[in-house]
Every structure is written in C-alpha cells, then in structure tokens.
C-alpha cells in the first residue's frame, strides 16, 4: 500500500510538472510559429547627422554587414540638421514595416528632449528599439603648450585662474559642450564656452593655440594626440578605451564623473515584432563578429549588441540623466 500511494505522489507530481511547464512549451511553439520577416526591397538607415562623422561610419559600417545577412540592399540616407530632430523625425514619422530605420543617438533620443522646447516627435513613444550597438566616449584634449598633463593639474590650473580657460564645442547642447560643463560642475572650476559649427573646426583651432581644450569624439582628435599635436588627459566613459589605454577616464580624478555618448538601430513604433525580431537577432550577430568589434573599436566605440528589451529599458533609464546634464550646462535650444 505504501508503494502503491508513493507511486500515486510521483505521477500526480509528474503530472503537476508537465501542466506547468504547459504554457512554456506553447509559448515556444507559438515563437517557432512565427512567419520569419524577409525583406523583399531596399532597407533605409537614416543617419540624423552628416557624412563623414562618426555616426555615419558607424551606419555604414552596419549597413554593409547587414546586407549581407539579409540578402537585400540597404541604403544610408544622411538627412542632417537641428542637432538630428530632422532625420529623427523622417522616421517618427515613416510607415512601420521595417524598411525605414534610424541610427538614433544620445543626442536624437534623449538629450534632445531636455534641450530643445519644442520637439517633433516623442524620444520613446514614436520609436521602438531593436539593438544598441555601442558607446562612444568623448576625449578630454588640451593644447600641448598648455602646463597640465593629467586631469588633477588641469582641475588645480584653472582653479587658479578662474574664467581664463577656453574650451571649444560644436555648439550649444551638443556633447562635447555637455562633457565639458558638467567636467567644470564637477571640479568646480570656471571656464569659458566656445561654441562652433561643428567638431572639426574645434579641433583645428585647439592646434592651432586658439582655445585651450576640448572635450572631442575620440575618433576626432586621435591622429592628432598621436602626431603630438594635442596632449590627452583622460576618457568620458566610466572605463578607459582600448585604443588609449594608458589615458585614464575621467571617473579616476573625479568620482560619478560619466558622459557616454551611445547609438543604436530604432524603427518607427509599431513595428511588427517578427521585424523587429528579425533585425535585432542579425545586428546582434554582426555586432558579436569579431570583424566588426574590430572595426567599431577602431572608431573608438565600445560595441554593445542588446536586445530589444534590454535597449529600451536602457534608453528610458537615460532620459532623466541627459535631463540633469542638460540642466547642469545651462544650454537650451529654441
């Protein structure tokens, strides 16, 4: 009798697993069920920012790998202007079916909210993330005719001679201007903003001895720290890059110091989510690749590579964030 009621336990028990593990399996069978999204014409990347940068190395890097994967052409369309709201808002506003997709950045997705009074799209509604592809960290340069050759002399400098330091930007609001304010909050010092049209002519105004710092996209200025020309003191992100690993990040000097940039492939909202899933499974692939680790790491990038989940729970955690570096440099755009 005893064995008779033992076996009766073990098979309810079997029983009770199997039902629980029911909607498991169904779930999975339902997954594999899914018709599998195959682009049948051109995919659009629009890129929010001019040639040449390094979004749109970037773009065009995942662009050509991506055609590949999907056996179908996929074009970069650069459509530039009022700090990537233009190209942000072509594809708010395109139809979602997986053909029209944006290289979104920190700037189109997060800082712009905070930083223009009007914007045409919503940063989170009107989107749906697909993969983060990697983060950017900004340089902190100087003028090699500059006395200071860490970031503690560089802090002890211009405390020293407060408001006598100029630091260049590509304008009100963009990154190199964020990096920079919320450095100066951070160490208290006080420095005078530059701003320019663009991080190029920062760049060749830094050699040329005409403003004292930048706080530069690392691609930009790493011929330039290699030729000599500019000294480099330190990395926005919270961890050093491969490509300079003897210049400490910034948070070494000053503690909860951190301004990563970042990008990553948004649709339109309401994107099917076989086409979502079908994009993030291959971006995640081409980012996994070792060929293009090596090539984003030669750009300066981190490579990422998340899920779609994962990219929007990330993206929604960086709103209030970029709100409060925003607030800290004061920079507002009409």
């Not at 629980?20 to 890129?47: C, E, F, N, Y």
């Not at 040639?51 to 179908?72: C, H, I, N």
């Not at 964020?178 to 991080?199: E, K, N, Q, S």
């Not at 690749?289 to 300066?300: H, K, T």
Request: avoid cysteine; charged fraction near 15%.
């Amino acid at each position: 009798m005893r064995m008779q009621g033992k076996g009766a336990l073990l098979k309810r028990r079997s029983v009770t697993k199997g039902l629980a593990a029911l909607p498991l399996m169904l779930s999975g069978a339902i997954a594999q069920a899914q018709p599998r999204w195959t682009p049948d014409k051109p995919i659009r990347i629009v890129v929010p920012f001019a040639a040449g940068g390094s979004t749109d190395v970037t773009a065009r890097l995942l662009a050509s790998a991506l055609a590949e994967r999907l056996g179908q052409s996929v074009i970069v369309d650069n459509r530039a202007g009022a700090g990537g709201n233009i190209g942000a808002e072509a594809v708010a506003r395109a139809e979602p079916d997986g053909y029209t997709l944006l290289l979104a950045t920190s700037s189109t997705n997060a800082t712009n909210a905070a930083l223009y009074k009007r914007l045409p799209f919503d940063p989170v509604r009107d989107f749906t993330p697909i993969s983060q592809i990697a983060f950017i960290p900004n340089l902190l340069v100087v003028n090699p005719d500059l006395p200071v050759n860490i970031v503690a002399e560089l802090v002890a400098y211009a405390k020293a001679r407060p408001g006598q330091l100029n630091y260049g930007s590509g304008g009100a609001g963009t990154s190199l201007h964020l990096a920079a304010a919320v450095f100066a909050y951070r160490a208290g010092i006080d420095m005078v903003h530059v701003p320019y049209r663009g991080g190029a002519p920062v760049a060749l105004d830094l050699v040329a001895g005409k403003i004292q710092l930048s706080f530069s996209p690392l691609i930009e200025v790493l011929q330039q720290v290699r030729a000599g020309k500019l000294r480099a003191l330190g990395v926005t992100t919270a961890r050093r890059s491969a490509l300079l690993p003897d210049v400490p990040a910034i948070a070494e000097v000053i503690p909860g110091y951190e301004v990563a940039l970042w990008n990553g492939i948004m649709g339109p909202a309401g994107l099917p989510a076989p086409v979502t899933a079908r994009l993030a499974s291959e971006i995640v692939a081409i980012v996994a690749s070792p060929d293009m680790r090596s090539r984003l790491a030669e750009q300066g990038s981190d490579p990422v590579g998340s899920t779609p989940q994962e990219f929007a729970a990330f993206v929604a955690a960086e709103q209030p964030k970029w709100a409060e570096l925003v607030r800290i440099s004061g920079a507002t755009v009409d």
